[in-house]
């Protein structure tokens, strides 16, 4: 039976071919955008809507989503969707509440990102939860969906990052 002993050459070609794998690999790729960042972009993305400014918000919409919910409802649909539900939803806003539930998404184009469940607090000290799904795009933060009444739990058990918008009412 032969002893096996590593021979100082041996170790150096193994380490110059590990080191050379090494440079080879590509560096963990860093995110672009930080938690405050996506903190902001929730807080714009829901002024737009307590103040009523229905344009502003879709240019915070996803192209993909536009496209998708207008291809799933027809031509319009987004913009019945952002009249009928997100604003009126939205229009009693007294405070946001500071805690959130988050957790990382992809959005069906394969778009990264977070999406964030927070409550807010009616005028009437109500509480309303809602999702957004915040993806990067192009060097942006584009919104990838909204979910009104829903926490964390309900999205995941409603398929997480695949639902979608609730349909215009003319086309229940």
């Known amino acids: 039976m032969t002893n096996y002993?590593?021979?100082?050459?041996?170790?150096?070609?193994?380490?110059?071919l590990l080191l050379q794998?090494?440079?080879c690999s590509k560096p963990a790729e860093?995110?672009?955008?930080?938690?405050d960042d996506y903190d902001k972009k929730v807080k714009e993305i829901v002024n737009t809507l307590t103040q009523n400014e229905p344009a502003q918000f879709k240019a915070f919409l996803s192209p993909d989503l536009i496209?998708?919910?207008?291809?799933?409802y027809g031509d319009g649909a987004i913009d019945k969707i952002i009249h009928e539900r997100y604003v009126p939803f939205f229009s009693d806003l007294a405070r946001l509440d500071t805690n959130?539930?988050?957790?990382?998404?992809?959005?069906?184009?394969?778009?990264?990102?977070v999406a964030i469940f927070k409550t807010f607090i009616t005028d009437e000290g109500e509480q309303k939860p809602f999702g957004l799904y915040i993806i990067e795009k192009d060097g942006q933060l584009k919104v990838g969906n909204l979910l009104l009444n829903k926490t964390l739990q309900e999205a995941i058990s409603m398929g997480g990052t695949d639902a979608k918008p609730e349909a215009p009412s003319d086309h229940n």
């Open 5 to 16: 002993r590593p021979t100082i050459i041996s170790i150096f070609f193994l380490s110059t």
């Open 100 to 113: 959130s539930n988050s957790m990382p998404t992809t959005d069906g184009s394969g778009h990264k990102g």
């Open 67 to 72: 496209e998708r919910t207008e291809k799933e």
């Open 21 to 23: 794998v090494a440079a």
């Open 30 to 35: 860093q995110p672009k955008f930080g938690s």
